[in-house]
């Protein structure tokens, strides 16, 4: 079955470059304004400096994927993953530099040119993912699915799609055998399971989302080798989605899938970078301020 995804694709290599303009825009900006004075503009070092922005960025992309072109992403995971992005990509750029260059900007230069990217950054990632929104608002950009069990998990799944109107799916309906739902769900009910083949191919579907129960094993299977054969994205809703509302993780001890109810974050490399490098700063923030007061008050406390 031939499928039209369209120019969709391009949008998330769209959001990575307009990421690079952002961190280089900002750059020459501060490079401009404080015009550190041992460094020339077109000098073999600078550029050098350059690609190393660049590059601790794109590898930053490895453990923080770009996610604001996903269906369904609320503005304060926007805001948490551009916090982590630029803490991440502040340590891998800080301690390249240090292998490679002696004090080549200096202490002022860094911290105002971070402080500026994390508000900057922040605000560009918000906006854009608001104009995605409106985007998909009119009508594009968007994956057309079918539900295929009308459910528990399948109905909970259509009031989730329903509250995001621009999350980019266009629900056509479910697809059941229970004859009895198509006067509950009226317009909304597509047919019989045998008859899906027949559906996905008059509607163009992208994407099946399964909310079958276990009971049906078989014809699960029979609808995974049909997305399969035919390119489409299949997705299982479990049963034991009915129960647990969490987000859990999908790991594996040989053949067997295990699924976590709670991930641990400190598990990640660049989580536990980022609490040791908050550390860090806090605690030479606490040093530089909150320690001198309290040795002065202390000492004349001892005096009197």
Not at 5 to 28: K, P
Not at 80 to 99: C, E, K, Q
Request: proline share 3%.
């Amino acid at each position: 079955m031939k499928r039209h995804h369209g120019w969709g694709f391009l949008i998330e290599w769209i959001i990575l470059f307009c990421d690079l303009i952002v961190m280089n825009g900002v750059f020459f900006v501060v490079y401009y304004w404080m015009e550190p004075s041992d460094v020339s503009f077109f000098s073999p070092k600078l550029k050098t400096v350059i690609l190393l922005l660049n590059f601790c960025y794109l590898f930053t992309l490895y453990f923080v994927p770009i996610l604001i072109h996903k269906p369904i992403v609320h503005a304060d995971k926007v805001v948490r993953r551009a916090l982590t992005v630029i803490s991440l990509h502040l340590i891998l750029f800080i301690t390249s530099l240090s292998f490679l260059y002696k004090a080549i900007f200096s202490v002022q230069f860094v911290v105002t040119y971070y402080i500026i990217l994390y508000v900057v950054f922040i605000s560009w990632r918000i906006l854009a993912r608001k104009v995605l929104t409106s985007y998909r608002k009119i009508g594009r950009n968007f994956k057309r699915i079918v539900i295929v069990g009308a459910e528990k998990g399948g109905l909970e799944l259509y009031k989730e799609l329903n509250n995001e109107k621009a999350s980019g799916y266009k629900f056509l309906g479910f697809i059941d055998d229970n004859q009895s739902l198509e006067t509950s769900l009226e317009q909304l009910f597509l047919g019989k399971i045998s008859e899906m083949e027949t559906l996905i191919v008059e509607n163009k579907i992208d994407e099946i989302y399964c909310a079958l129960p276990d009971s049906q094993h078989d014809t699960i299977v029979k609808i995974m080798n049909f997305c399969e054969k035919n390119m489409l994205q299949f997705h299982l809703i479990p049963e034991y989605s009915n129960y647990i509302k969490k987000s859990l993780m999908l790991d594996s001890i040989g053949s067997v899938p295990i699924l976590s109810v709670r991930p641990e974050p400190l598990q990640y490399l660049h989580n536990r970078l980022l609490k040791r490098i908050l550390d860090v700063v806090f605690s030479l923030f606490i040093l530089l301020t909150v320690f001198p007061i309290l040795y002065v008050i202390v000492a004349l406390l001892i005096k009197l």
